[in-house]
């Protein structure tokens, strides 16, 4: 029923002329989990991003899309990622390259319905990053006051600061087989639940070594949940409100009028396609203004996009996309420069060459990209489909239209080819032409697809009749789908445009080594301070044991799991291991 009102909100802000975002309400925040809050150069910031409600902190049904930023001092975002979100979370990784300076930064998470609130109310966690390799005399001080606020602020962030309250959830507890391990001893660690059915919920388990190395406190999903729950106003965008993506990702933007006399810009069709295996193809008409909204329910992670005028005054206009959402970076509070005490010196050392030995093996030990569901055609499935390998093989298209794919039939005026589809239910074949994609990008000019070698074709796709793709009416699909997957056209029209548009990141499986007997990894130097990431913990039923490998590294690691049940109630647990 919630996500019905939603829904009915998004028709009627899209089908009404701009609103002014002070009258929306905002019922939406984000909440992030990093591994840690101070890097060096050469490490991996690892996150995780929870969508909740400001009220009582239970999964967001509005949003499917966050955004999360790394931004530094001056306003410049260092790296931005687009999540989709799966049961109102999702996770991604940044690698910290030397390129970066040593100083404050912010990590910041938002979705684009929070954009109407103040610029503050957007999450922030301050970051530290060090880099040795562009470290001055500046950096180091021998003051030993600052020294001692940067160990108490380490000795904080691992026990005094959180409350005590939030240190051992009353309905979950860290279980591990032992205290203290050696180095690459297998850990075996369990999450218990005192409940006879454990809530259900989504959570995110770390482990990682305890140095001191100047670090700020983190945000507990306990702290989170007691910030006030009064639902924010915009008082930033002045204009119109800012949609929220609640069917998928958005991607927007407007036709322009070529011409000095002005064009319509109402109603012209305009065409969206996202090529690859699980490929996407959209079709909307544009409103008075010449504007068009695309939304996509499903991931498409390829990285080329196509957005196309279908029509016959398509050469009239010329296409431009929107810009797209960010905050405004100037209202964000960065803590000052901070100077590092000559007592972390040797702990920086270490770490540095750490990461240097890990990144160095990195073909050894690198993360697994966990892959994309494959999501169905449009068409399917309701098309007739040849897969081209049952046959004869043809090396040209007009072989494989006599001799397989029976239904097609073309026509040729001079070098220029058209495609077409018998309709054999029909004595006079209908005037409008086919929809024909490869991989799902749309071809309004079929001629490369007849110099094309047919042995690189995996199916031909087959839809005859008249078919509705949005507004569009087409007389018939045919879908070829190569091979490899990656057809790319060389068309090149003003009507035809080809932006670079931020893709969701792909989600991983970060690398774990398993030192059972007979395996390769002995040799390998393992120095990982990350000992185990693991974004996606549910602890809806009895959860497996967890499994995981100390390093060559010794000292204290810390073990913390944090999450929301999926009643709202906040989740923070904290143990400490230690490698001898």
């Known amino acids: 029923m ?15 002329k701009p609103i002014i975002a002070q009258n929306t309400s905002i019922n939406e925040s984000v909440f992030i989990h990093a591994n840690a809050t101070t890097f060096v150069t050469g490490e991996k910031l690892l996150y995780k991003i ?6 009582d902190k239970t999964p967001s049904p509005v949003s499917k899309v966050a955004y999360v930023e790394l931004i530094d001092p001056t306003g410049k975002n260092i790296f931005k990622n687009k999540l989709y979100l799966k049961n109102s979370t999702g996770e991604g990784d940044y690698f910290i390259p030397t390129t970066i300076k040593t100083g404050s930064y912010k990590l910041i998470g938002y979705t684009n319905w929070m954009l109407n609130s103040d610029a503050s109310k957007i999450f922030q966690v301050d970051i530290k990053i060090i880099n040795p390799y562009q470290i001055s005399e500046s950096n180091l001080t021998e003051n030993k006051a600052i020294s001692e606020k940067a160990n108490l602020a380490n000795s904080a962030s691992t026990s005094g600061t959180v409350p005590q309250e939030s240190l051992s959830d009353k309905n979950f507890k860290i279980k591990v087989n032992k205290d203290v391990f050696a180095n690459r001893e297998k850990v075996t660690l369990g999450i218990e639940s005192s409940a006879l059915s454990p809530e259900k919920g989504n959570y995110s388990l770390s482990v990682r070594k305890k140095d001191n190395l100047p670090t700020i406190n983190q945000l507990t999903p306990g702290e989170f949940a007691k910030i006030s729950a009064e639902i924010e106003t915009n008082s930033q965008n002045k204009g119109a409100i800012i949609l929220p993506e609640l069917r998928g990702e958005m991607i927007s933007g407007k036709i322009i009028s070529k011409s000095p006399v002005n064009n319509s810009l109402q109603n012209i069709i305009v065409a969206l396609s996202i090529a690859g295996k699980s490929f996407a193809y959209k079709a909307v008409k544009t409103n008075e203004a010449g504007r068009f909204i695309f939304n996509l329910d499903k991931p498409y992670y390829n990285n080329e996009i196509v957005i196309q005028i279908i029509g016959d005054q ?3 206009y010329t296409l431009e996309l929107d810009k797209a959402n960010e905050p405004d970076y100037s209202k964000l509070a960065f ?7 000559s007592e972390i010196e040797e702990t920086l050392l270490e770490r540095s060459i750490a990461s240097q030995i890990e990144n160095a093996y990195y073909t050894d030990k690198i993360d697994s990209i966990i892959k994309p569901d494959y999501t169905d055609p449009f068409y399917y499935p309701v098309a007739k489909q040849y897969l081209l390998s ?19 039939y073309y026509r040729q005026n001079g070098a220029d080819y058209s495609l077409h589809v018998n309709d054999y239910s029909l004595h006079t074949q209908l005037p409008e032409s086919p929809l024909v994609i490869v991989d799902g990008y749309m071809l309004q000019n079929i001629n490369e697809l007849f110099n094309f070698n047919m042995a690189n074709m995996y199916s031909i796709s087959i839809i005859t009749g008249q078919y509705y793709v949005g507004p569009k009416v087409f007389n018939g699909v045919i879908s070829f789908v190569t091979v490899d997957g990656n057809f790319t056209s060389l068309q090149k029209d003003n009507y035809i445009f080809k932006p670079t548009v931020l893709r969701p990141s792909v989600k991983k499986s970060y690398y774990s080594p ?10 390998i130097p393992d120095y990982r ?7 996606d913990v549910k602890l809806d039923q009895k959860e497996d044991d967890i499994y995981f490998y100390t390093s060559d590294v010794k000292g204290s690691f810390e ?8 009643n709202g109630q906040p989740v923070y647990l904290s143990k400490t291991i230690s490698v001898e």
């Open 559 to 566: 073990v913390v799991l944090e999450g929301f049940t999926e």
């Open 50 to 55: 929870y969508s909740l409600k400001n009220t």
């Open 390 to 408: 049952d046959f004869t093989r043809f090396p040209s298209l007009k072989e494989t239209i006599t001799e397989i794919a029976t239904e097609l």
């Open 335 to 341: 803590q000052s420069n901070f100077n590092l005490s």
């Open 529 to 535: 301070y990350q000992l185990l990431w693991k974004p």
């Open 514 to 523: 398993n030192y059972t007997v007979g395996n390769n990894l002995q040799r």
């Open 314 to 316: 398509k050469e009239n």
């Open 2 to 16: 919630e996500r019905i009102k939603y829904i009915l909100l998004l028709v009627l802000l899209i089908n009404t």
